[in-house]
Nanobody
Framework: QVPLVESGGGLVQAGGSLRLSCAASGSRFSINAMGWYRQAPGKERELVAGISSSGASYSADSVLGRFTISGDNAKNTLVLQMNSLKPEDTAMYYC???????????????????WGQGTQVTVSS
C-alpha cells in the first residue's frame, strides 16, 4: 500500500496553473514534515517546497512567488498551488513525508522516508 497518494498533475500551457494534492493513506503516521519534490529526466530530485508540523516552511528560489504550499497537520494532507508555470517546471512531482526530523533538517532529502508514486506535470511552451 502506497503511503502517500498524489493527484492533480497534468498538461498545461506556460503561464497556466495546476494544483497538486497529497494525502496519507491511513491515519497511522505521525508526521513531522511534508513536502513536494520534483525530478526531471537526467536531473537530481529537488525539494520544491516543504512544511513542518511546527509551521516552518521552505520554497526553492526557482518557485518563490509562483508556488504556494499548504497543509493540514491533523489530516496529513498537503497541497501545492502552482501558478505562472514555466516549461522548466516540467517534471515528475512527488509528495513526501518525514516521520523524524526537526528544524532545517526537515527540508533535506534524507529526512523523508515516506513517498508517493508521483504525478507528472508537463508545461508546454
Amino acid at each position: 500500500q502506497v503511503p502517500l497518494v498524489e493527484s492533480g498533475g497534468g498538461l498545461v500551457q506556460a503561464g497556466g496553473s495546476l494544483r497538486l494534492s497529497c494525502a496519507a493513506s491511513g491515519s497511522r503516521f505521525s508526521i513531522n514534515a511534508m513536502g513536494w519534490y520534483r525530478q526531471a529526466p537526467g536531473k537530481e530530485r529537488e525539494l520544491v517546497a516543504g512544511i513542518s508540523s511546527s509551521g516552518a516552511s521552505y520554497s526553492a528560489d526557482s518557485v518563490l512567488g509562483r508556488f504556494t504550499i499548504s497543509g493540514d497537520n491533523a489530516k496529513n494532507t498537503l497541497v501545492l498551488q502552482m501558478n505562472s508555470l514555466k516549461p522548466e517546471d516540467t517534471a515528475m512531482y512527488y509528495c513526501a513525508a518525514s516521520r523524524d526530523c526537526s528544524g532545517y533538517a526537515c527540508f533535506t532529502l534524507v529526512a523523508y522516508d515516506l513517498w508517493g508514486q508521483g504525478t507528472q506535470v508537463t508545461v508546454s511552451s
